[in-house]
């Protein structure tokens, strides 16, 4: 006979699954196993690509532990745990199932403010490690010296991949005083940096004018009302007297895929295609300009190795529409797209949806954007942040095409 416990941790299990399922992730399971006396014995098979099958296993994973499991047994834990293997099953490092506390973290970070030691990060797929694109402005891990193209290998000794970026993630976040240590590959050599978590301030525009009434807008990341800021601030430009513009997304990885689009469609005319995205039934999305675009000079878009996913999709609508030529290194080549969903719990689940190209039905994804011309940036200063005006190779050819 089963206790209130064990129904009670598979019947939450069951009805959080029961959501996921609903949106669209399922995979099956045929045995489950268990090791008993030093050998290994079967719970029965069963046919858990059903919710009966599934729900049954789970009754019978929960029975098991409490009658013989030494150790104290969390439901909560075990509730999170379930779900995140699951989801983990896909082999997909970008669909990932999401706490309630991770969940609020997220959405912090995604308003741009939040506490930790401010770093951009990615999944280098192909390496399977942790990739960080750039430390965010007057951040701690910028103070500590963290650079552009640094390898997270572990977070306080702890050993993680790349496929454990999500778990990284939470790890280095924490109170507002405490330190974590990382250890960073750079170069072929080991490093180690103790790092103390401060509140983080995003800010996702800067702006400048330069030589010839030149505007300058850099775009660190896509969140939050990324659109309407860089609006603002092209306002602001536009009053003192710019006739030519500069858009960096240098060291930019990424964000809100709506609000690269609706940045495209302040320099691409309603009626244009903006993005081409395909599916997993290969059905084809196209997103158009929407408004009449309110920017209408030169454009010179400047990227590099670290400039991915949303980012590449501002320069590709760009450079497709004819409305803006793309200078520096190919981009880094994350042509999918994910949907962050909220579960009724407060918990959430991020998936990967669909496949998307450029204006011109090209493919991005494991291959990037290569740009209209390709300028590499001098060794000496290729990690820094904050180039000197004077040392930026790609900086100083975009004054070159626009003057």
Avoid at 46 to 58: A, N
């Amino acid at each position: 006979m089963e206790s209130k416990n064990s129904q009670k941790i598979y019947r939450m299990i069951m009805l959080i699954l029961i959501i996921i399922i609903t949106t669209s992730i399922i995979t099956s399971f045929t045995t489950y196993q268990y090791l008993k006396n030093g050998g290994i014995s079967t719970i029965g098979k069963v046919d858990t690509t059903s919710l009966s099958g599934l729900e049954y296993t789970l009754s019978k994973f929960r029975t098991e532990l409490e009658k013989k499991y030494i150790g104290e047994i969390n439901d909560e834990e075990l509730i999170e745990g379930a779900l995140k293997g699951y989801v983990d099953a896909l082999g997909d490092p970008y669909t990932t199932y999401y706490t309630k506390k991770e969940m609020k973290e997220i959405m912090d970070e995604t308003n741009g403010n939040f506490v930790g030691i401010g770093i951009y990060m990615t999944i280098d797929v192909e390496n399977n490690t942790i990739l960080i694109i750039s430390p965010i402005e007057n951040s701690p891990a910028e103070k500590a010296g963290i650079l552009p193209g640094d390898v997270i290998t572990k977070v306080d000794d702890v050993e993680y991949t790349g496929e454990q970026m999500d778990e990284v993630a939470n790890k280095i976040k924490g109170e507002e005083g405490s330190k974590v240590k990382l250890e960073i590959l750079r170069d072929g050599k080991t490093e180690t940096f103790e790092i103390t978590r401060k509140k983080v301030v995003v800010s996702h525009i800067a702006t400048k004018v330069l030589e010839n009434n030149i505007g300058y807008i850099a775009i660190s990341n896509f969140d939050g009302n990324c659109a309407e800021e860089f609006k603002t601030k092209y306002k602001e430009l536009e009053k003192q007297g710019i006739k030519k513009l500069i858009i960096d997304i240098r060291n930019n990885g990424g964000g809100i895929v709506d609000e690269a689009i609706e940045i495209a469609n302040t320099i691409v005319n309603k009626g244009n295609t903006l993005l081409i995205t395909k599916d997993k039934q290969d059905n084809e999305d196209v997103t158009k300009a929407t408004e009449n675009a309110i920017i209408d000079m030169p454009v010179v878009v400047l990227m590099n190795e670290y400039s991915a996913s949303a980012s590449e999709i501002l320069a590709g609508a760009l450079r497709d529409n004819n409305k803006a030529t793309l200078i520096g290194t190919k981009t880094y080549g994350k042509g999918i797209i994910q949907e962050l969903h909220q579960l009724s719990d407060g918990s959430g689940l991020k998936i990967t949806v669909s496949e998307y190209y450029t204006p011109n039905h090209v493919a991005i994804n494991k291959i990037g954007i290569t740009p209209d011309i390709e300028v590499e940036l001098p060794d000496n200063v290729k990690k820094q942040v904050n180039l000197d005006q004077k040392d930026d190779t790609q900086l100083k050819k975009a004054l070159e095409i626009l003057k």
